[in-house]
């Protein structure tokens, strides 16, 4: 139960309170993690926080976790010079289920694959740093195309251009045939790009809903609104995941915290197939 | 029934609907108090029944963890709670709350549908006047977006 | 002796069995009064015990009488339960110091001695069994509570005085039970004397019990042990709605006994300190003007208005939404998070509730209104 001491080795400032960490074990062997999964992040002296795995798990090279500043231990994270010391705890949690992924197994029930001719459809829609859990999937959904053929579209919503993340992956992913679409809610000088919520892109975006799967990550009302809209359009409610979120406090389903009904998110979640949770997300103050 | 004609009459959405049309709509409706913290209507719920709000206000809200409901938008008297019963899959997208005391014209928007199909001038006259106020709210909500007040955000 | 034998041993018996456990380096920990009440303490023989006390428990209210007799085990519950030593309050879960790029982790001396609880109740017995799939068991099991628990000499005491607060038979769980212990007592005083029957669960139990001063039991024995359960059974004034209970609260999420219960309920928080099963914790840290740094683990309560915090807020802020994460919980989503019932009927929630509130009142006032929501159904009264 006592954190693994990593060094930061790289950081990167996302926008203005979003901070990318590279992290790197000081004696240990590197973790293995399975993207969607998070981490307990320790700032020694201050606490821990269930932050998000942001990093591709078979990529190799340091730990990613993007951090928003939002508390005192995620300021001090978001803070860490190069060369800190900080503890992590984990992988906890589920994962994004992928099929032919690094978590495919025969008995588990998965993503539907397609029609003879590779992989249904995969569409990732991420709001804000909702981005950040969905990267590892993202990479693994690439790989996966390279493999086996398939369709991968990514769809992402911000509050307004500067703060959307990850800007080279985009650009990475749409020049290795990814259908890559950003939308802002409120636009900036220069900005040429969608403007409206993440939900008007899924129309136009040309993925074919019978065989599509869906992995959304964001704001609550965000899934809430972006899982309707992809049932509307015919993408069945079992091949929808989302990651929820809840207080978290142990990681390891002592603290009671991450209760969400029936569910202890630190074990049953943090992605869940949406039609196990569409009900629970309706019920205001559970 | 008479008297329930008379309130639909003066409700500003069907303001200059001729009296058989008032009529038909008023067969679809009732009268409806609701007590301060009632919904209305529910995100998720299916669109049947929507509101003319005679009197009181109604929050339109949206739940989310950690923030508690978040007010989007008021409807006052002589406005209408409720859109999605029109367009298809007919489900609310947000939550209706009565944050006094309210009255209100409760019309069943399956009912008022068939209605207007089968009789299309009907139809015609009732989305003419739904367009219009969609329309202003529309422009209104871009206008909000554009954050004046904010720092930054224009008017002096 | 043998599992399942039963032996009768007088009160002098008892006296030798305490002492003996001490003997074999167990802390011997059973009921003693303090503060008013009974609570879990040290005892090194049955002057320690409760001798003459009667518990008086209703909503709100607890007092405890002393008597002339000398019964050991008249009463019903207090207070404390064992879960305060198996999963401390506070406690500290690693120190370390941060040097550089070096941390040095010092993590508590956990070592001490195994535990023999004395007078555990079965209703207490079934809270340890529940604890033991919270915290003793899935991916990460709490070893400080594993290590305590697996070590601990369990002696009940069978219930022959339910308070009018208690409610273990509509729970399964009492007032007598067959396995799961050590030691099992059952307290008699009748014409033929002040005596104990004695029975054994575990092998360890008939060794220590075989070296007491014991005589065989009686088929007289035995029937009066029946007979003092069967009337304590009776004797419960309470029920929980038994079918489908977690079923019925799992659909009346918006059923108005939650605003109603919430005009009452103080969110004080009571309820879960004296609860049994409850075990929801808060994690700190903390640092020394040294460069010390601690991590701390210290019971917290789902009625902590920032116990569900989150994005700025609490998810649960009002004291019906908090109210209802408890009821729910302990009643209903337990099952789908451990597969069993949170609730042991030991009646302390509603002897404590400062308020009176009384859980098996509020499950039962949502099942004979199934159904019920808030506005009335459907929405909007008709307008005269």
Not at chain 1, 90 to 102: A, H, L, M, Q
Not at chain 3, 17 to 30: E, K, S, V
Request: hydrophobic share 40%; with cysteine.
């Amino acid at each position: 139960m006592t954190p693994v001491p990593y060094r930061v080795v790289g950081r990167r400032d996302e926008t203005g309170d979003v901070t990318t960490l590279s992290l790197s074990p000081v004696t240990d062997d590197p973790m293995t993690f399975l993207p969607g999964q998070f981490n307990m992040l320790t700032a020694f002296g201050l606490g821990e926080a269930a932050i998000s795995v942001s990093g591709a798990p078979r990529r190799g090279g340091p730990l990613e976790h993007t951090v928003r500043d939002v508390g005192p231990v995620t300021h001090a994270l978001c803070r860490a010079r190069i060369g800190a010391v900080i503890g992590v705890r984990g992988p906890f949690g589920t994962d994004w289920r992928i099929e032919g992924g690094p978590t495919a197994v025969e008995s588990r029930s998965t993503l539907g694959s397609g029609t003879a001719g590779g992989p249904g459809d995969a569409v990732v829609v991420a709001g804000g740093i909702g981005l950040a859990p969905l990267r590892g999937a993202v990479h693994e959904l690439m790989a996966r195309r390279e493999r086996e053929g398939g369709r991968v579209f990514v769809i992402v919503g911000a509050r307004e251009p500067s703060q959307v993340i990850y800007r080279d992956d985009l650009e990475r992913w749409a020049g290795a045939g990814a259908e890559v679409a950003v939308t802002v809610d409120v636009s900036a000088p220069g900005w040429t790009g969608h403007v409206g919520l993440v939900t008007s892109l899924l129309g136009d975006a040309g993925f074919d809903p019978a065989e599509a799967t869906a992995l959304v990550c964001g704001p609550e009302i965000m899934m809430r609104f972006t899982a309707r809209a992809l049932i509307d359009s015919g993408v069945g409610s079992g091949r929808i995941q989302v990651s929820l979120e809840r207080n978290m406090q142990c990681g390891v389903a002592w603290c009671g915290h991450c209760q969400y009904g029936p569910l202890l998110l630190c074990r049953d979640g943090p992605v869940l197939p949406y039609d196990k949770v569409a009900r629970l997300m309706t019920q205001r103050g559970r | 029934m008479r008297e329930l004609a008379e309130l639909v009459a003066e409700h500003p959405l069907l303001a200059g609907l001729p009296g058989d049309a008032v009529t038909r709509v008023a067969g679809c409706a009732r009268n409806v108090t609701f007590g301060a913290g009632d919904l209305l209507l529910a995100e998720g719920d299916a669109a049947d029944t929507f509101y003319l709000v005679r009197r009181g206000r109604v929050a339109i809200e949206v739940h989310a963890p950690g923030r508690g409901p978040i007010m989007i938008e008021t409807v006052g008297p002589g406005g209408t709670v409720g859109w999605s019963w029109l367009v298809p899959p007919y489900r609310w997208q947000f939550d209706a709350r009565a944050m006094v005391p309210v009255g209100a014209i409760a019309v069943d928007g399956a009912c008022l549908r068939d209605k207007a199909e089968v009789d299309p001038v009907l139809g015609y006259a009732l989305m003419t006047r739904v367009v219009a106020v969609l329309l202003e709210r529309l422009q209104m909500t871009r206008v909000r977006l554009l954050d004046l007040y904010g720092a930054g955000g224009g008017a002096g | 002796m043998q599992i399942g034998d039963a032996r009768v041993i007088d009160v002098d018996g008892l006296d030798t069995l305490i002492r003996l456990l001490g003997d074999l380096g167990y802390a011997t920990r059973g009921p003693v009064v303090r503060d008013g009440a009974i609570m879990p303490g040290a005892v090194a023989g049955v002057s320690d015990l409760p001798v003459g006390c009667h518990d008086e428990q209703e909503p709100g209210h607890y007092r405890l009488q002393h008597g002339d007799d000398d019964s050991v085990f008249a009463w019903a519950v207090g207070p404390g339960s064992w879960k305060a030593d198996l999963f401390p309050p506070t406690q500290e879960l690693w120190r370390a110091t941060v040097e550089g790029d070096t941390v040095t982790f010092v993590e508590p001396d956990r070592s001490s001695a195994p535990l023999a609880l004395i007078g555990t109740r079965p209703c207490e017995l079934a809270a340890l069994e529940v604890l033991d799939r919270v915290l003793g068991s899935g991916r990460t099991p709490d070893p400080r509570y594993t290590a305590g628990r697996d070590g601990a000499f369990i002696v009940v005491a069978e219930c022959g005085t339910p308070a009018a607060t208690c409610f273990c038979t509509s729970m399964g769980t009492g007032p007598g039970v067959d396995s799961g212990f050590d030691l099992a007592l059952s307290e008699l005083a009748d014409a033929d004397g002040h005596r104990f029957v004695v029975r054994a669960g575990t092998e360890r139990g008939a060794d220590v019990a075989a070296r007491l001063p014991a005589t065989a039991a009686t088929a007289s024995d035995l029937g009066a042990r029946d007979q003092i359960l069967a009337t304590a059974a009776r004797a419960m004034t309470r029920t929980m709605p038994a079918d489908g209970l977690a079923e019925l609260l799992a659909r009346n999420l918006e059923h108005p006994r939650w605003d109603e219960v919430a005009d009452r309920c103080l969110a004080c928080g009571n309820c879960t300190l004296v609860c049994p099963t409850c075990f929801c914790s808060d994690v700190s840290d903390t640092s020394t003007l040294s460069g010390e740094v601690r991590r701390q683990r210290s019971w917290a309560s789902c009625f902590d208005l920032d116990h569900s915090y989150l994005h700025g807020g609490p998810v649960r802020a009002s004291t019906a939404t908090r109210y209802r994460q408890w009821l729910t919980h302990k009643l209903s989503t337990w099952w789908d998070q451990f597969g069993t019932s949170g609730c042991v009927g030991c009646g302390r929630c509603i002897a404590w509730c400062p308020v009176g509130i009384d859980i098996t009142e509020e499950a039962t006032a949502i099942a004979v209104s199934d159904g019920a929501t808030r506005s009335g159904s459907p929405p909007g009264e008709a307008a005269s």
